[in-house]
Antibody, heavy 117, light 107 residues
Framework: EVQLVESGGGLVQPGGSLRLSCAAS????????MHWVRQAPGKGLVWVSR????????NYADSVKGRFTISRDNAKNTLYLQMNSLRAEDTAVYYC??????????WGQGALVTVSS | DIQMTQSPSSLSASVGDRVSITCRAS??????LAWFQQKPGKAPKSLIY???TLQSGVPSKFSGSGSGTDFTLTISSLQPEDFATYYC?????????FGGGTKVEIK
């Protein structure tokens, strides 16, 4: 069974940093592209970032480009999102997702990030 | 970016009703279209991928159809646990994009 478990969320002041982790199990992590998607309170889902299977290619939403960095450690089956220069508008639940053209989508339970003074 | 237009934004229905939700992509997405359900305070739950393939463990009352740019999610007989918000999503290309959601409420 595919499991994705996010951690690292919390309360941070504007301008601060936070690193989210997503521990993956139940599938061959190193074979799949992974994404981060976020959902602000009461709002819809918004894509944040993507990384390919070996970590050599990444992509970001314009709203986080230059501030967030996606990475992965295939030996540890873990996906990361380093978030710097955080703003109030980054407040959201962050989900890691496994996206496969052949087997569909899986979601983690989410990690709440609150940016507030 | 591919825009996903979902309708209606909300609907009221009774237990036992058959309901349909539509999603239109702004360009072809090779049927890489997913539907998922979300309840308040919970993570999204995947229902369908590749436009019409049921995710493992999802009951057959959920079905997906469509191709090209127009897609539909149908729930054959609404049950109390089905009242939730439903989203479509394309995963043909970056960035992943989502419909605005359809809130299914009890009439």
């Amino acid at each position: 069974e595919v499991q994705l478990v996010e951690s690292g969320g919390g309360l941070v002041q504007p301008g601060g940093s936070l690193r989210l982790s997503c521990a993956a199990s139940g599938f061959t992590f190193s074979s799949y592209w992974m994404h981060w998607v976020r959902q602000a309170p009461g709002k819809g889902l918004v894509w944040v970032s993507r990384i390919n299977s070996d970590g050599s290619s990444t992509n970001y939403a314009d709203s986080v480009k230059g501030r967030f960095t996606i990475s992965r450690d295939n030996a540890k089956n873990t996906l990361y999102l380093q978030m710097n220069s955080l703003r109030a508008e980054d407040t959201a639940v962050y989900y890691c997702t496994k996206v496969s053209h052949s087997s569909g989508l899986n979601w983690g339970q989410g990690a709440l990030v609150t940016v507030s003074s | 970016d591919i825009q996903m237009t979902q309708s209606p934004s909300s609907l009221s229905a009774s237990v036992g009703d058959r309901v349909s939700i539509t999603c239109r992509a702004s360009q072809g997405i090779n049927n890489y279209l997913a539907w998922f359900q979300q309840k308040p305070g919970k993570a999204p739950k995947s229902l369908i991928y590749s436009a019409s393939t049921l995710q493992s463990g999802v009951p057959s009352k959920f079905s997906g159809s469509g191709s090209g740019t127009d897609f539909t999610l149908t729930i054959s007989s609404l049950q109390p646990e089905d009242f939730a918000t439903y989203y479509c999503q394309q995963y043909n290309s970056d960035p992943l994009t989502f419909g605005g959601g359809t809130k299914v409420e009890i009439k």
